[in-house]
């Protein structure tokens, strides 16, 4: 029998001390595992970057008013372009604006009276307006609202003169701040200080808010309303319309006391309109029948990129942000 038992040996197996087989097989399948984890994660931010580049991601909450006959029609965009929306009171809306948690509207009832009107719990009435109301803007905080309105005399072709208008400036609850010749204003921020900017008759006005007192600066020859200027909400950045349609330049603000800019580069293409949103300045070209979002850059000159196609040929669409 020992023999038989010493014939039946086999080459002996090698050990480490102390070693647990299953933790070594562990050990040899961990690096391929990593991999995979490491390709899924790579994979994921492809995905994401892929959504984001081809959407409108970075454009969601802003609104468009599309423009058609007799009637518009009010837009906001998400992810993936635009969507009908509806202002909750009755009434043809006309302009739109918004600012921290208000959203504001400027919309004409059935009998032909236009007030602007703030969305809420429970929608209100700010101001209804003598003449017409337009050109609508929010305070990036949403505390202050301003509106241009026509004066009740200056009807027909004279509503394109800028001096046919006046900006009246509201608190969010009611409270009138102040009232001053112009069109088209704008809130900004200037060292923690908002400001409005007002193309007046005779150029640009700026109003200090917290004295409710306007310097209006020689420096625009503006006299109708196709032709105002918009700055940026960081107040670093105007565009004003050349005299030539659908022709933009953007200029640097060098100095707010007096008021001066610079000139740094033409838009291009042509444009129907701009505005600021989140930063960044867009606008809306049209060709033949199609209309596009670009967007522009402000630290170098370039053409216009294009982040959207609006869906629906020969509507003219606005940017109310």
Do not use: C
């Not at 007030?115 to 700010?126: D, M, R, Y």
């Not at 400036?169 to 069109?183: D, L």
């Amino acid at each position: 029998m020992v023999l038989l038992l010493t014939n039946m040996e086999t080459d002996p197996i090698e050990t480490t001390q102390g070693a647990d087989p299953v933790l070594s097989v562990q050990k040899k399948k961990g690096p391929w595992i990593l991999l995979v984890l490491l390709v899924i994660v790579l994979a994921a931010f492809a995905g994401v970057f892929y959504i984001v580049q081809n959407s409108t991601f970075a454009l969601r909450g802003l609104h468009t008013l599309a423009v058609g006959t007799g009637d518009t029609t009010l837009h906001v965009f998400g992810l993936k372009g635009i969507t009908d929306t509806t202002f909750p009171l009755e009434g043809r809306v006309t302009d739109f604006a918004s600012g921290g948690s208000l959203q504001a509207a400027i919309v004409v009832n059935t009998e032909g009276n236009a007030q602007v009107a703030l969305a809420g719990g429970e929608p209100k009435t700010l101001y209804t307006g003598k003449g017409a109301l337009a050109s609508l803007a929010v305070s990036e905080d949403g505390t202050m609202l301003a509106v241009a309105e026509l004066d009740p005399a200056r009807k027909g072709m004279e509503a394109k003169n800028i001096d046919a208008w006046t900006v009246h400036v509201f608190t969010s609850a009611g409270a009138k701040i102040m009232s001053t010749p112009g069109y088209a204003p704008h809130f900004f921020r200037e060292k923690n200080t908002t400001r409005l900017l007002v193309t007046a008759p005779g150029g640009i006005t700026l109003v200090n808010l917290a004295t409710a007192t306007g310097v209006t600066e020689a420096i625009l020859d503006a006299t109708t309303t196709a032709r105002t200027a918009t700055i940026s909400s960081n107040g670093a950045y105007v565009v004003i319309p050349d005299a030539t349609p659908g022709e933009y330049t953007l200029y640097g603000v060098t100095s707010y006391e007096p008021l001066r800019f610079a000139p740094l580069w033409k838009l291009a293409p042509a444009l129907s309109s701009v505005a600021w949103y989140r930063g960044a300045l867009y606008g809306i070209a049209v060709e033949g029948e199609k209309s596009t979002l670009v967007r522009f850059q402000t630290f170098g000159e370039s053409s216009g990129t294009t982040v959207y196609t609006f869906p629906q040929a020969s509507t003219l669409y606005r940017l109310v942000p």
